[in-house]
T-cell receptor, first 118, second 111 residues
Framework: EAQVTQNPRYLITVTGKKLTVTCSQNMNHEYMSWYRQDPGLGLRQIYYSMNVEVTDKGDVPEGYKVSRKEKRNFPLILESPSPNQTSLYFC?????????????????FGPGTRLLVL | SQQGEEDPQALSIQEGENATMNCSYKTSINNLQWYRQNSGRGLVHLILIRSNEREKHSGRLRVTLDTSKKSSSLLITASRAADTASYFCATDAYGNNRLAFGKGNQVVVIP
């Protein structure tokens, strides 16, 4: 089954304790992205990656790191979490747009990771 | 980055009625997409409309796009209780998959 998986689904941690949220997709997608969702603010992009070893900042990258060593995985790293990073996090993936026979591809979202930083 | 804004923010309707939501955005776009989210779960893509398209249908969904007004509407016909969800519009300004999401529109369909 084609899917995007995230782990953990729920996490409670304390300020300053490094954590990693994993994201994996089995669709051979080049493009992967992390979003955070907060009440009243919708989804905001944190980081994205166009392919292996190619990552770039989204709209709210402060306090986050990512890596893309393999095509299927795109972990989100919080080196020193703070309470303002309490949020619902989504990973998404898609094929890259472009090419004469390739249409714009939609993004497939993971189930979400609910993070609480105390 | 630009951001879509959905209107109305919350909508409550009876099963069988139609539900209409609007989305406005600020700058030019390559395409606009609508997503559905069920109660804290992942988003599911519903429909994509490109900047050179004016209307698109998918099952009970109808999307319109007016680039001169920088707005889009999503119509769900003959709504069902299972349509209860939050609906988000998202704009892609450059066709590079970088989406800017609106704040969402909560729809409740009463059986």
């Amino acid at each position: 089954e084609a899917q995007v998986t995230q782990n953990p689904r729920y996490l409670i941690t304390v300020t300053g304790k490094k954590l990693t949220v994993t994201c994996s997709q089995n669709m051979n997608h080049e493009y992967m992205s992390w979003y955070r969702q907060d009440p009243g603010l919708g989804l905001r992009q944190i980081y994205y990656s166009m392919n292996v070893e190619v990552t770039d900042k989204g709209d709210v990258p402060e306090g986050y790191k990512v890596s893309r060593k393999e095509k299927r995985n795109f972990p989100l790293i919080l080196e020193s979490p703070s309470p303002n990073q309490t949020s619902l996090y989504f990973c998404a993936s898609s094929l890259l747009p472009g090419g004469p026979e390739r249409l714009q591809e939609t993004q497939y979202f993971g189930p979400g990771t609910r993070l609480l930083v105390l | 980055s630009q951001q879509g804004e959905e209107d109305p923010q919350a909508l409550s309707i009876q099963e069988g009625e139609n539900a209409t939501m609007n989305c406005s955005y600020k700058t030019s776009i390559n395409n606009l997409q609508w997503y559905r989210q069920n109660s804290g779960r992942g988003l599911v893509h519903l429909i994509l409309i490109r900047s050179n398209e004016r209307e698109k249908h998918s099952g009970r969904l109808r999307v319109t796009l007016d680039t001169s007004k920088k707005s889009s509407s999503l119509l769900i016909t003959a709504s069902r209780a299972a349509d209860t969800a939050s609906y988000f519009c998202a704009t892609d300004a450059y066709g590079n998959n970088r989406l800017a999401f609106g704040k969402g529109n909560q729809v409740v369909v009463i059986p």
